[in-house]
């Protein structure tokens, strides 16, 4: 698998998704930092790069930046924001958990603890595996990720951390809205009864919305806006909006957003398939047993693709044998 990040405008600051991915995995993946053209000089010289190469790319834009990096794919990759930290949820809570329970099952609350490079490499490795079976799949973001089902789901919104398989991504149309592109991919695909899987035993999540660079050089509210209204025009069925409004971000404190009818898409396009109602849609739950299954239940792909694993972290498990 290939993880590309896209990156703008940030070279004279450490990247954290760079930071926390290093270590664990080089011998299987290959990563590559995707920058503005102009900028590859500055971004050559970034603090904590280490040996990941940087490829310049010709188009403006996040938008354009993806579909540059689909189209350069050879098959499974993987895209990551550059300003990510990373999280594990085990079925145990690590011997080192410094709060009481240390040892014990991770229940009552879940709690989410800071990866380490053996966790990274378990992470990419689970997302690797899970595009045998699905076009596309994310790493659950870290809000609400404590009450989402373990270890993964169907039909969910993903962001930030959002990995293809090269044909599936390429055959949709891109560039329809500068921003929230990824969404509409995700939708596209949906629409297409291609569902997504979202893994929760890891979790990602960013220092702050709208650090310098990126696409702050860009984004304004007017340029936000219609692009929410834009994408809602392309999926009117399964999208309404609303305003949201936060104490914080300033200019976008106060905003225009979506609400995105994720699994109702994909249900739909079962549908016009002449598939629903043949096993299909099933639970989105990925499990054994009920729609939300227990920790401790085994975990099944939908197609049962069986996973050889060698050693992993405590309360880590990886893939989804077959049951």
């Known amino acids: ?9 940030r070279f004279g600051i450490k990247s954290l998704t760079i930071e926390r991915i290093q270590g664990g995995w080089e011998k299987e993946h290959e990563a590559f930092l995707v920058v503005p053209t ?9 603090p904590n790069r280490g040996n990941i190469p940087v490829l310049g790319c010709p188009r403006d834009g996040i938008a354009g930046t993806r579909q540059w990096i689909g189209q350069r794919a050879r098959n499974k990759f993987l895209m990551l924001d550059d300003d990510l ?7 145990v809570r690590p011997d080192d958990d410094p709060l009481p329970g240390a040892g014990q099952p991770n229940e009552g609350p879940v709690r989410l603890y800071r990866s ?3 966790h990274i490499a378990a992470m990419l490795a689970t997302v690797e595996r899970a595009l045998d079976d699905y076009a596309h799949v994310g790493i659950s973001p870290r809000d609400g990720n404590n009450n989402s089902p373990w270890p993964a789901w169907e039909c969910k919104r993903p962001l930030r951390a959002l990995a ?9 149309e891109h560039g329809r809205v500068a921003i929230m592109e990824d969404f509409d991919v995700t939708m596209q695909l ?3 009864g291609q569902k997504n899987l979202l893994i929760t035993e890891f979790a990602q999540d960013q220092y702050r919305t709208q650090l310098p660079g990126g696409c702050e050089d860009y984004r304004t509210h007017k340029l936000h806006e219609d692009n929410v209204r834009k994408f809602q025009s392309l999926h009117s069925e399964f999208v309404t909006l609303r305003q949201k409004a936060n104490k914080h971000g300033g200019e976008f404190g106060h905003r225009l957003e979506a609400t995105i009818y ?3 898409a994909y249900e739909a396009a079962l549908k016009e398939l002449g598939l629903l109602g043949f096993g299909s849609t099933r639970s989105s ?3 054994a047993g009920s729609s939300f299954p227990s920790r401790s239940s085994p975990r099944t792909v939908v197609s049962g693709t069986k996973c050889s694993i060698g050693t992993l972290p405590k309360g880590l498990s990886l893939g989804w044998p077959s049951t």
Do not use: C, H, N
Not at 41 to 46: I, R, T
Not at 85 to 91: G, Q, V
Not at 164 to 172: C, D, E, T, W
């Open 262 to 264: 994720w699994k109702k």
């Open 1 to 9: 698998m290939q993880i590309f990040i896209p990156s703008r405008s």
């Open 164 to 172: 293809y398989r090269r044909g599936p991504f390429l055959a949709v």
């Open 85 to 91: 930290r990373f999280f594990y949820r085990p079925l």
């Open 38 to 46: 102009a900028q590859r000089k500055q971004y050559l010289s970034m």
């Open 190 to 192: 949906l629409e297409r």
């Open 116 to 118: 380490k490079p053996e």
């Open 285 to 287: 739950t990925v499990g």
